[in-house]
């Protein structure tokens, strides 16, 4: 059974700093999604990645996997309060079709 | 292009009352799947449908729930009766035709349920 383990869970940083979330998964994966939920909204696509090694990035928010290491990071440079969020990982398998496994998220808040 | 439509968005019954909530997808997605979201459990997959056909209902918690997708732009998620236990925020996303098996899914707005 896959498994998504994400950390922290609760991430509480000061405007400016830099962090990283990391996402790590169980079992072989050939794809990993990044996703961004704000507070009483839906699931909003970030990032889509899918080969050992991909970096992907937008604005302050930089996405990458190491599928040796069964592991994604989504580095945040310069936070800002509007990034304060929930961000999810979730990984699919081909031998499971088109479900994903997210993982439990982290709540993100950026102080001023 | 809408986006993933759900209705309604807000849903307040009482206990063991049936409740319906419906979903259209993106136009030209295949697979359509209904998320539950809890503080609790996080976000769970209850079932997806690929083509219209259910292809894996494992997430479903109990025969309280049923869904269907009678045509490819069109679904329904059941509860019947409803229990206090079922508030949550019901997520249904749909994903383009599978040619690049990892296209994202791309999540409707949600409905919140509250049963009391």
């Known amino acids: 059974e896959l498994k998504v383990e994400q950390n922290p869970l609760f991430l509480s940083m000061q405007e400016g700093k830099n962090y990283t979330i990391y996402c790590n998964y169980s079992?072989?994966?050939?794809?990993l999604y990044w996703y961004r939920q704000d507070p009483g909204k839906s699931l909003e696509s970030l990032f889509v990645?899918?080969?050992?090694?991909a970096v992907k990035q937008e604005g302050r928010l930089m996405a990458s996997l190491d599928t040796k290491a069964r592991l994604s990071t989504l580095h945040i440079t310069a936070a800002v309060h509007d990034l304060s969020a929930t961000y999810f990982c979730?990984?699919?398998?081909?031998?499971?079709?088109?479900?994903?496994?997210f993982g439990e998220g982290t709540q993100l808040t950026v102080n001023p | 292009d809408a986006g993933v439509i759900q209705s309604p968005r807000h849903e307040v019954t009482e206990m063991g009352q049936e409740v319906t909530l419906r979903c259209k997808p993106i136009?030209?997605?295949?697979?359509l799947f209904w998320y539950r979201q809890t503080m609790m459990r996080g976000l769970e997959l209850l079932i997806y449908?690929?083509?219209?056909?259910?292809?894996?209902d494992s997430g479903m918690p109990e025969d309280r729930f049923s869904a269907k997708m009678p045509n490819a732009s069109f679904s329904t998620l059941k509860i019947q009766p409803s229990e206090p236990r079922d508030s949550a925020v019901y997520f249904c996303?749909?994903?383009?035709?599978?040619?690049?098996?990892?296209?994202?899914?791309?999540f409707g707005p949600g409905t919140r349920l509250t049963v009391l």
């Open positions: 079992t072989t994966s050939d794809r």
């Open positions: 996303a749909s994903r383009p035709q599978a040619r690049e098996h990892y296209n994202e899914q791309f």
């Open positions: 136009s030209g997605h295949n697979s």
């Open positions: 449908f690929n083509n219209n056909v259910p292809i894996d």
């Open positions: 990645l899918l080969s050992n090694g």
């Open positions: 979730a990984v699919g398998q081909e031998t499971s079709g088109s479900r994903l496994t």
